[in-house]
């Protein structure tokens, strides 16, 4: 029984070209084409649910359509293309009941529940599941719920439809979430019990470097009129919003970088000034980061799993270096902003600690200590299925 993923992949409206720096999200009906390719390793392929003719190779910039060579298909349960007679495949085909022999039932695509009877290659009658859902695979209508999508075009239920089956993959909104998909099409859902699920070892284990960069879940704020005018991302630092002349549409800026709020440009992830709040632990290798404080530069977060942790602040007379891991005396303050965005701008406050607090430019602070020790990864557990 397939879990429902719908409202992962929801489409909000058509996305407009992306500035310069960017990646532009690749949308098919309800299906987030670029949000999957995160919670995949590099190099994975998905199918496509507008056509047969092409697929999806996951890289690290996101998602490059790949087309099949003349007469071939994309066989998602293969992850390769294959002579189209052998491929069960209806996507963008004009009749689905085409190369089809004897008596066979396909689906209607964008539907979860209807059919179509195909007698050799021609569509001879059609109907619909009650109370349960059409499976392709089975031909037969099985037991199991839908949620047909409001989004115009195809829609899919869950990832497993375009995924290779026994492929685990992680969640766009929880890090401790993963995904199996059983070789009947259905999906079962696990949690990684005392860390993250690491998309790149597609296994459980501790995300030591914090990088758990697949959360791209957020709300998409309210209409505009402005075209071409971007703001950003107040959850995830390495995305912005991009209005294209009557709402606002979410962009990811590539790998590694973050929307810069001065700039309206995508830049490298330590230059940049984003959006107060956002989740500075997107892409850092280290366990404490600053938080973005343009005033005193005092405050950071601990880093868990990709995660930031409740703000925390440094002692009277001291900013926060992200580079060592440690509150230092503002003296090095004007030095350290100017190539870290999170603090450009920041000033010592007006009250300061007395000399005698201070030993010149050493830290009289320790640094932050991790409670998230690193341990071996351990795979998946693989008892999923419903009994």
Do not use: H
Request: hydrophobic residues 25%; glycine residues 10%.
């Amino acid at each position: 029984m397939a879990n429902n993923m719908s409202g992962i992949y929801l489409l909000a409206s058509i996305l407009c070209l992306a500035i310069g720096g960017s990646v532009g999200q690749i949308i098919e009906g309800n299906f987030n084409v670029t949000a999957a390719c995160t919670t995949v390793k590099t190099g994975t392929t998905i199918g496509s649910i507008l056509s047969c003719d092409y697929y999806y190779v996951c890289t690290q910039n996101g998602p490059v359509q790949t087309n099949c060579p003349t007469g071939y298909s994309y066989d998602y349960k293969a992850a390769s293309c294959s002579p189209s007679s052998s491929v069960s495949c209806y996507y963008g085909m004009a009749n689905p009941c085409q190369g089809k022999v004897g008596d066979n039932w396909v689906p209607v695509i964008g539907t979860c529940r209807q059919w179509v009877y195909c007698k050799n290659d021609v569509a001879s009658g059609s109907g619909t599941c009650v109370n349960s859902i059409f499976n392709p695979d089975t031909e037969s209508c099985v037991y199991g719920t839908c949620t047909e999508s409001l989004t115009s075009g195809p829609n899919i239920e869950n990832l497993c439809q375009v995924l290779k089956p026994t492929s685990y993959f992680g969640s766009t909104s929880n890090c401790a979430i993963y995904y199996y998909c059983y070789p009947d099409g259905s999906m079962g859902q696990g949690v990684c019990p005392n860390g993250a699920f690491v998309v790149q070892q597609g296994a459980c284990g501790y995300d030591t470097n914090g990088n758990c960069d697949r959360i791209t879940d957020s709300p998409v704020p309210n209409t505009c009129d402005s075209s071409g005018e971007t703001t950003g991302n107040n959850v995830t630092c390495g995305d912005y919003y991009y209005c294209d002349g009557s709402q606002y549409v979410s962009k990811s800026c590539s790998i590694g970088q973050y929307y810069d709020t001065l700039t309206s440009q995508c830049t490298s992830r330590q230059s940049a000034t984003p959006a107060e709040g956002c989740n500075r632990c997107q892409y850092a290798n280290a366990p404490f980061v600053n938080a973005v404080d343009t005033e005193y530069c005092n405050e950071y977060y601990y880093c868990n799993n990709g995660v930031q942790g409740t703000v925390n602040t440094c002692p009277t007379g001291y900013f926060f270096n992200e580079a060592s891991q440690g509150c230092f005396p503002y003296v090095g303050l004007s030095i350290y902003r100017a190539n870290n965005g999170a603090c450009s701008g920041a000033v010592a406050p007006t009250t300061t600690p007395s000399p005698s607090t201070t030993e010149g430019s050493k830290t009289t602070t320790p640094a932050p200590k991790s409670t998230l020790a690193p341990t071996s990864t351990v795979a998946p557990t693989t008892t999923l299925k419903p009994a």
